[in-house]
C-alpha cells in the first residue's frame, strides 16, 4: 500500500475515533431542585447531578450552602 492510501485510513480511523470518544450531552430538564452530589458540590437537579457522573451524597449539608442559604 502507499503512503497516501495509508495516510487516508489513518486520517479516517483518527475521524471515526474521535466522533465515538465524545460523550453524549445530557437532556435535563431546567428545573431547580438543588441535590447535593457525591462530589461535595450543589446540582441544580438530580438529572445534571447523573450528567456530571456523581450520585447523590447520603449528607445533604455536605455542600453547604446553595445559593448562599442552606437547604
Known sequence: MNAKALMVLFLV???VATV???E????????IAPVCGSDNVWH???CLLLCHGA???ADQ???GTYGG???
Do not use: I
Open 13 to 15: 480511523g483518527l475521524a
Open 20 to 22: 465515538y470518544s465524545q
Open 24 to 31: 453524549e450531552p445530557c437532556a435535563c430538564t431546567s428545573n
Open 44 to 46: 441544580d437537579n438530580e
Open 55 to 57: 450520585t447523590v451524597n
Open 61 to 63: 449539608n455536605a455542600c
Open 69 to 71: 442559604s442552606q437547604l
